[in-house]
């Protein structure tokens, strides 16, 4: 026997999926309601039973799990200037599979100090300064921190030659501060993995513990990673392959929840079209960036705001008005399901803008100068027209019978030709939602999580 379970302790579900790792098969999927603020394993035995009333009693040799439970894991960064160091540590904390509250930048003030404290973060990335460069802005903002009057662990990952006086500073207020690599040593040189390790030991050791997914300790033998890491890491594994099996190649994952849309990018992206030059910080191959404003329930209105309700009624095909008033109705209620095909029809809408907006803000721009010497094309970002892959999931996507239909949203648009969108991909769907479990999975088992990715993510 050689079953693995694999647990996502979500916001609001409990989802698990039970594998036969010698099979290399899919057992079971099932969840339960997430209960952090009484008992979480409520959830989690519901799940169970779920999954076990379909499935048998099922023993397990091994138990997983990741998690996004109680808001997932809340970061604030803090950096030097807005396009370099704290756009380092931002990608460095994304990458870790936190959600970012916000991004401070230059040295902070009291306002700032009070707005960090209301934010109530679980960890703050202090970065700042190439190494040898600029280090007063730095022990100014761990001035400003120890004062916070709150006892938050701390990722010092700034200037190398003055962390040890920024790590005294902070080290006299809080109980945790972790010095690690500077995320940018060298100018418009990323260097985030180093602070993603550290930030993920935090969240494991510390934070679990603050969420009450301790009380999952008897039965998780290991809680790994905040789940959009796991995603993250399914998505390099798929594109990257592992253990020695082969993967797809460049790739992006659209995952579109009730609250945010988180899109990634598993991609070099470097110019594909001569005479084109690259500008600005480069970019991380593994790439994750969140969007809180594009959600399909809490973020309902956001959406809408953001895209316009005559970009949604376009899609659906009904009134502006139409429209609005089915955005209302989902915010308002957030189990409320389509009841006439007009209402199915915006919510495939409604999925289509979040994959078209957060593709938008994801990818690479070209922009182009006039120069006394002729015309000069420069790209900020990824270029990812030629990506062949795009995986869809979520909850709107993989319950809806015209996924492909909301994928689209991430297509190539040659009247926006600026925007370096995929431009002949094909379109998959994590239909059994396996992508977190298979990150989980794929720490112990790379090659058995590429396999079974390739057989349970379904080609449309």
Do not use: W
């Amino acid at each position: 026997m050689n079953n693995v379970l694999l647990i996502d302790f979500g916001s609001t579900y409990t989802k698990i999926t039970a594998v036969d790792i010698e099979q290399e098969q899919v057992l079971g999927t099932a969840r339960g309601i997430t209960t952090v603020t009484t008992d979480i394993m409520d959830g989690l035995n519901q799940a169970l039973a779920a999954l076990f009333a379909r499935t048998g009693k099922l023993d397990f040799s091994q138990v997983l799990g990741c998690s996004s439970a109680a808001g997932g894991l809340k970061m604030i960064a803090v950096g030097l200037v807005p396009e370099m160091t704290a756009e380092a540590a931002k990608r460095a904390a994304l990458g870790a599979g936190a959600k970012v509250l916000k991004v401070f930048s230059h040295e902070l003030s009291e306002y700032e100090l009070e707005e960090i404290a209301g934010l109530q973060p679980d960890i703050i990335l202090l970065a700042g300064g190439t190494d040898g460069g600029n280090q007063k802005v730095i022990v100014h903002n761990a001035q400003m921190l120890a004062g916070l009057g709150l006892d938050i662990p701390v990722v010092v990952a700034g200037n190398k030659s003055v962390t040890p006086a920024v790590v005294k500073i902070l080290a006299a207020k809080m109980t945790e501060v972790r010095p690690t690599e500077n995320v940018m040593p060298r100018l418009d040189e990323l260097n985030i993995e180093p602070a993603r390790v550290v930030i993920r030991d935090i969240f494991l050791n510390r934070i679990t513990e603050a969420k009450g997914l301790n009380r999952a300790n008897k039965m998780v033998d290991r809680l790994v990673m905040p789940t959009p890491a796991a995603v993250l890491k399914a998505a390099e594994l798929l594109s990257q392959g592992g253990g020695g099996e082969t993967g797809l190649g460049d790739l992006m994952v659209m995952d579109i929840g009730g609250a945010t849309t988180d899109v990634y990018s598993i991609a070099k992206g470097d110019p594909t079209v001569g005479g084109v030059s690259l500008k600005g910080l480069a970019e991380p191959f593994g790439k994750r960036t969140v969007e809180g404003d594009l959600g399909m329930r809490y973020s309902a209105g956001a959406l809408l705001k953001a895209a316009g309700a005559e970009m949604i009624a376009g899609y659906a095909g009904v009134t502006p008005a139409a429209a609005a008033a089915y955005v209302a109705k989902v915010e308002a209620d957030i189990d409320y399901l389509p009841a006439t095909e007009a209402e199915a029809a915006v919510e495939i809408a409604m999925g289509k803008a979040c994959v078209k907006l957060s593709a938008d803000r994801h990818v690479g721009h070209l922009v182009i100068y006039y120069t006394p010497f002729g015309i000069s094309h420069v790209q900020n970002g990824k270029d990812l027209t030629r990506v062949a892959t795009v995986i869809g999931t979520g909850g709107v996507i993989v319950n809806n019978p015209k996924p492909a239909e909301i994928l689209k949203g991430i297509l190539f648009d040659e009247n926006s030709p600026e925007v370096l969108k995929p431009q002949q991909p094909e379109f998959f769907i994590d239909q059994d939602y396996i992508m977190a479990s298979m990150g989980l999975l794929g720490e112990e088992y790379p090659a058995a999580a590429v396999r079974m990715m390739k057989k349970y993510i379904i080609k449309q």
